[in-house]
């Protein structure tokens, strides 16, 4: 693998400068250190990873915050499994976080997948189990895996008294989480949304012994323990500033995760690196930037459900409302044999030729274009903020079909490292750490130095309109979607006369990027999220104008559900036109025509 500009042509001074200026010493210095640090959220450990990032940028010079929140966060300990009727020894069991701390017993009954999962492109209408009947007493066996988040609810409220899921891994399952609540602390409104049956996951081989056993005549039962602690807990939140030049109030955020399960070495601790060689790098150049690039590293990523950047959106939410022009996630660069964009990475429609271009100068990769999941540290959704990025380069698909590796949502594709003990130092390489940081640095500085912010907002309505369209035609004579869609290609025609205009200097960069920047907060909000600016949706699969989607479900539906539908979507419907003819009113009447 190359570590030099494919295109080196297409870089500005500035950029060539970053870019030959991106090594790998201080990366792997920190990988080095993180390699022998569990950090999960609320231990020592992470503390001591805070003191390790803070002391590297006191050595650096670069400016920064440290603060110290309570975290409500949930630390999983052990599990147990013991089967009543069967001689069973397992393989390494976990609970997940946020699940019940208690001990059940009872008869096991198979349930099947889920579908519609966190990471899952299921189109299936239904809601998760809707074909599974009555489970009071039983204990509910899964093949949904560790990302069932909606369907452990599901279950629950069918009477399951605790779920054990199956998962790919033939070794050891992942960790995870089993709340959907972003940020882990509820509202007080929304406490009943904490799960209160226990949850374990259990490997391949496992999960295949209790299905054979459960759907035999004999049947099975079994008892299950499962021991957590979910309680407030300090966690150190660490924010550096790199100042620019210019006067402005205006910033970038760059942001990841600094805990882990285990030691987490892909998930995050190269993402940690990364951030913190970004941070060097450009606070040597801040008097060349325009704006200001603002670098977090977030705990409570893993046990919380995203509970640092939560809390960070929560506490500055005015401040990010009113100057973060763009959030870059840094979740997973870095892993070894990664050399492509395909189908890892993420982004928000608007960033698409931002993104694209800074992959084919600095690496001349494929890459590829996938819909933000409402995953990752992407906690800005709701305040309608510009997305770039949300995990890094993969491993080819063929390399990770040909290794048998199954899909999972970070450390490049590799599920041997996914949330699983062997997130080693070796699963790391080098020369691709270094490769996604000049991506990075790329796309950042495209920001950070543009006249006019390259945000391609006629895109971003051309992307919103395929997805109504789409949901027109599924919900066919039930519904009328066209009015939304007339709206959209107004709207869209207009916004591609005022870009025109703006990269033409037919106005202010100024007025301009003002305009930009309150686009984003009305489009971003309608594609990505339905509840409040200052809210947080939950963690759940979402669909592109997720006001609009339930208009999927409308072939599945007759009587009063089709009614009652027809109804929620007239008002959603409503509310969405009023935010597009509020878009179309940012736009100045002598260029949007």
């Not at 295109?7 to 200026?21: G, I, Q, Y």
């Not at 010079?61 to 089967?83: C, F």
């Not at 895109?459 to 939304?484: C, H, K, M, Q």
């Not at 009614?563 to 736009?587: C, D, G, P």
């Amino acid at each position: 693998m190359s570590q030099h500009a494919v295109n080196s042509d297409a870089l500005s001074d500035l950029e060539s400068d970053v870019v030959d200026s991106v090594s790998v010493e201080e990366p792997w210095e920190l990988l080095e250190e993180f390699a022998d640090l569990n950090r999960v959220s609320g231990s020592a450990e992470e503390k001591q990873a805070a003191d390790y990032i803070t002391q590297r940028l006191d050595a650096l010079g670069v400016s920064y915050d440290r603060h110290e929140p309570e975290l409500y966060i949930s630390q999983p300990h052990s599990a147990e499994i013991t089967v009543l009727n069967k001689s069973f020894e397992p393989g390494p069991l976990k609970t997940v976080s946020f699940s019940a701390s208690t001990t059940v017993s009872g008869p096991v009954e198979y349930v099947g997948s889920a579908g519609g999962d966190l990471l899952d492109d299921n189109d299936d209408p239904h809601e998760p189990y809707h074909d599974v009947g009555d489970l009071t007493g039983k204990i509910a066996l899964t093949a949904a895996g560790s990302l069932s988040i909606r369907a452990t609810s599901v279950l629950a409220d069918k009477g399951a008294i605790g779920v054990i899921a199956i998962h790919k891994h033939d070794r050891e399952p992942h960790n995870g989480i089993a709340t959907s609540i972003w940020g882990g602390a509820p509202r007080y409104d929304e406490r009943d949304k904490i799960p209160d049956v226990p949850i374990i996951n259990v490997n391949k081989p496992d999960g295949k012994r209790l299905r054979e056993w459960a759907e035999s005549t004999e049947g099975l039962d079994l008892e299950m323990s499962t021991d957590l602690t979910t309680d407030w807990m300090e966690c150190p939140v660490v924010v550096a500033e790199v100042e620019a030049d210019a006067e402005t109030d205006d910033f970038v955020l760059l942001h990841g995760h600094y805990d882990s399960w285990y030691v987490g070495i892909t998930d995050n601790a190269t993402g940690d690196a990364g951030l913190l060689e970004t941070a060097r790098v450009f606070e040597s150049v801040a008097d060349r930037l325009d704006r200001n690039l603002r670098i977090a590293w977030w705990p409570g990523h893993s046990t919380g459900r995203y509970a640092g950047s939560t809390w960070y959106a929560d506490e500055f939410a005015l401040d990010i409302e009113e100057n973060c022009v763009a959030q870059v996630n840094m979740d997973s660069p870095g892993a070894k044999d990664a050399t492509e964009y395909t189908d890892m990475s993420c982004w928000c429609p608007e960033a698409h030729d931002l993104v694209g271009s800074a992959i084919d100068d600095v690496t001349g990769a494929p890459y590829g274009e996938n819909f933000p999941f409402r995953a990752g540290d992407y906690s800005f959704d709701n305040i309608g903020v510009t997305g770039l990025f949300m995990l890094s380069s993969n491993i080819p698909t063929e390399e990770r079909e040909r290794r048998g590796y199954h899909g999972v949502g970070g450390c490049g594709g590799n599920s041997d490292a996914w949330h699983v003990s062997t997130d080693t130092l070796d699963k790391a390489g080098k020369e691709e750490l270094v490769q996604d940081i000049r991506v990075y640095a790329v796309s950042l500085l495209r920001v950070l130095n543009a006249d006019v912010l390259p945000f391609d907002h006629a895109r971003n309505v051309r992307a919103i309109a395929d997805a109504v369209g789409d949901y027109d035609e599924e919900a066919g004579e039930s519904f009328d979607l066209s009015p939304t869609l007339e709206e959209l290609e107004t709207l869209e025609a207009e916004l591609s006369s005022f870009q025109r205009a703006a990269h033409d200097g037919a106005l202010e960069p100024s007025e301009a990027n003002e305009i930009i920047t309150r686009l984003s907060r009305i489009l971003t909000r309608l594609n990505l999220v339905q509840d409040g600016q200052f809210d947080q949706d939950p963690a759940v699969g979402r669909d592109p104008v997720p006001r609009l989607a339930p208009a999927k479900k409308l072939p599945i539906l007759d009587g009063d559900e089709e009614r009652f539908m027809r109804v929620q979507l007239t008002r959603e419907q409503n509310t969405v036109i009023k935010e597009l003819r509020r878009a179309r009113s940012l736009l100045p009447e002598n260029v949007s025509a």
